[in-house]
């Protein structure tokens, strides 16, 4: 009857944002629980301009645990992926109390796991993030488990754990073995500083030298500086930064992001043997942001950046038009100059000669490829419609990204 088929078929899917860190993660101290040296803080970014999409199903019918990751297949023995579906299928398990109620989904069902982004994968903008976080949210949603789920997306990656709220979120580092206390907290939710918002530089894409989880562990093993940053530094600059949040202090805010950013990068190359994740024109950005900032004799923009080239900067509503000018000045788009900024509207904006002369020095054509424009956002969203499901009746792939 009905009742069966529904039990035989489950499916749920959801999206789930990308973070960006101004109180950078970097280094474990369990490489298996996934256990930061220290705690960090981020700020979620609004899916609508950059998102992951999945669809969890379980099934009778169902052989074997599989996935599709941008329409194509892969292999689901990966161990983190692996942890991620032993720890929902726990918690639910603990949750039904060890009886195996009939009317609930079985837990030795196969699932079938389908994922795509909105954003292009070559981009080198942290998908590994949004990615675990939505697995982790559609299989939690799949089995009715509600609780424990950011303990459960730091097994896939760190930085998941920070996805599964919106707005302005904490990881705090623990202090327990069994990474109980390891887990993410929102600070401030996204509606909180409502003109806050957020331009990514993609820059050209050169895939990056060495990943995060084999660098950090060379720098845990290497840089005294690391040491020093996890101990001193970073407890300090936690407190700092939830208060500038709280108070919308955009002037301290960015001067820590930047601050926080360069001291990572700081580390990378404290590493021995040192790595290199700012390119060029990475520190040519640095160097506009420092130029634009001076010309107006305060903090006006506040940039970042992660385990890649890519530049995230921060500024306030009433600066976006003006800068983007500045850097479609700086970076003449080659092509596609119709394209160069996406996401959030930008209205059009005239330099003034003072600035240009005092901003704009030595435009590089090109370097930038495109820019996008978004705000802080929520955290992870169930998607209703039937129609959104990545994966058919059959279980299977339904169409491409
Ligand atoms: C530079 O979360 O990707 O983006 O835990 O090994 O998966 P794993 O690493 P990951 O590291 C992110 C590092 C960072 C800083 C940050 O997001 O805090």
């Not at 675990?132 to 789920?149: F, I, K, N, P, T």
């Not at 939830?242 to 404290?270: K, P, V, W, Y």
């Not at 305060?298 to 890519?310: I, L, R, S």
Request: proline fraction near 6%.
């Amino acid at each position: 009857g009905a009742m069966a088929a529904e039990r035989a078929l489950a499916m749920a899917t959801c999206t789930a944002p990308v973070n960006i860190a101004v109180i950078k993660y970097w280094g474990k101290r369990d490489t298996d629980l996934i256990l930061p040296i220290n705690s960090s803080l981020s700020v979620t970014l609004h899916q609508d301009q950059l998102k992951t999409t999945t669809t969890a199903a379980a099934s009778r019918d169902f052989t074997e645990d599989r996935l599709w990751l941008n329409g194509a297949e892969v292999d689901v023995g990966h161990p983190r992926v692996q942890a991620c579906l032993r720890e929902v299928r726990r918690l639910a398990r603990k949750r039904r109390g060890g009886s195996e109620d009939t009317a609930t989904l079985s837990l030795s069902y196969k699932v079938h796991v389908a994922s795509e982004n909105n954003f292009p994968t070559a981009a080198g903008l942290a998908s590994s993030a949004a990615g675990y976080a939505c697995l982790v949210s559609a299989l939690a949603r799949l089995y009715g488990v509600e609780d424990e789920l950011s303990e459960v997306a730091r097994r896939g990656s760190g930085s998941a754990c920070r996805s599964m709220l919106g707005g302005f979120v904490q990881w705090q580092r623990g202090e327990r073995p069994d990474g109980t206390d390891s887990l993410a907290q929102q600070v401030a939710p996204e509606t909180h500083w409502p003109e806050l918002r957020v331009l990514v530089l993609v820059v050209s894409g050169e895939k990056k030298p060495v990943g995060s989880t084999a660098g950090m562990q060379t720098s845990v093993e290497t840089s005294p500086l690391l040491k020093h940053r996890a101990e001193v530094v970073v407890p300090e600059r936690l407190a700092q930064m939830i208060r500038h949040i709280q108070e919308r202090d955009f002037e301290g805010f960015g001067q820590l992001a930047m601050r926080d950013s360069n001291q990572f990068h700081a580390t990378c190359l404290d590493t021995f043997p040192p790595i290199f994740y700012l390119s060029d024109l990475s520190r040519h950005i640095i160097a506009l942001a420092h130029r634009y900032n001076a010309h107006h004799g305060h903090t006006k923009v506040a940039y970042t950046f992660d385990a890649g080239p890519n530049a995230v900067i921060f500024m306030l509503a009433d600066t976006v038009d003006e800068f983007v000018e500045v850097v479609r000045s700086s970076f003449p788009p080659s092509t596609n100059g119709d394209q160069f900024v996406r996401g959030l509207p930008v209205g059009s904006a005239v330099l003034p000669q003072e600035l240009v002369g005092a901003v704009v020095t030595e435009p590089v054509p090109g370097a930038v490829q495109y820019i996008l424009h978004t705000k802080p956002g929520p955290g992870p969203q169930l998607v209703d419609d039937p129609s959104q499901h990545l994966l058919g009746a059959d279980g299977l792939p339904r169409r491409r990204a």
